[in-house]
């Protein structure tokens, strides 16, 4: 997505900002995912689990190099997407602030996805445009809000997959409003994803056509999700979407 970026609005391959965001999420998504398991189990861990904590570890170097690479204005914004990043899993937000008891932000019902949203539409297109100085415009707010929309709407299908496992206190989208309604909420949120193209001040070509197979193939991926879908249909298929979507740039580009 970020590269998706970096060829929208015809910036120079910036290896600084994709090293850092490639390894930034390696190191983010497994403090995030296995923080509670080494917390508890730090004197016996599984072999596989050390293995992971090793790689998170050298990510996580790597990632302090690429950082001092960056510009001062994009390593603010990192510092406090990391710091929302931190809140997701620590449980360190004081209990008045929340709706429950739970006091990190990846347990606050309803919250979650919006919050995976925001982070993801932030670092893929802010990171890059900031560290390229580019100029704040109407274009770069539109493609954040786009990016956003896009990022909920494939979070969909996992949250389909996970709702005979998700806790009922997340409150999750398919838990709050129904299958169908969940379902259209997506299509919605693609088809504003789509219109917004058109409102750029600067069309391009290739940004439209992309986004135009994009928004169908997301659609496809809506409309067959289900809670017994496949070991892979999420997992693999849809996680694959904004590869897809760069392949279609490059190519066209």
């Not at 992971?52 to 790597?62: C, D, H, P, R, T």
């Not at 960056?70 to 710091?83: F, Q, R, Y």
């Not at 750029?200 to 439209?208: D, F, I, P, R």
Request: proline share 2%; glycine share 4%.
């Amino acid at each position: 997505m970020t590269w998706v970026t970096i060829i929208q609005f015809e910036l120079s391959y910036d290896t600084n900002a994709l090293y850092f965001i490639l390894l930034a999420s390696i190191s983010g998504y497994n403090f995030v995912k296995y923080f509670g398991l080494t917390k508890f189990h730090h004197r016996s861990l599984a072999n596989w689990l050390r293995v992971i904590q090793v790689f998170s570890a050298i990510a996580f170097i790597l990632m302090s190099y690429y950082f001092f690479q960056l510009k001062s204005n994009t390593c603010i914004l990192i510092l406090v997407l990391g710091l929302v990043t931190f809140l997701y899993a620590i449980p360190l937000i004081p209990k008045k602030y929340l709706f429950d008891e739970h006091q990190n932000l990846r347990e606050v019902g309803g919250v979650k996805v919006y919050i995976i949203g925001l982070v993801w539409s932030l670092v893929t297109v802010l990171i890059p445009l900031l560290n390229a100085e580019v100029e704040f415009s109407s274009d770069v707010v539109i493609t954040v809000f786009q990016r956003f929309c896009l990022v909920i709407a494939l979070m969909i299908p996992f949250e389909i997959r996970d709702l005979k496992y998700d806790s009922l206190k997340l409150s999750t989208i398919p838990q709050k409003i129904g299958l169908k309604k969940t379902k259209i909420m997506g299509m919605l949120l693609l088809l504003v994803f789509l219109f917004l193209e058109f409102y750029k001040n600067e069309l391009v070509y290739s940004s439209v056509i992309s986004a135009l197979i994009i928004t169908f193939l997301m659609f496809l991926f809506l409309i067959f999700s289900s809670e017994k879908q496949s070991k892979y249909y999420s997992a693999f298929w849809v996680e694959a979407l904004p590869i897809i979507w760069l392949v279609i740039l490059l190519l066209i580009t």
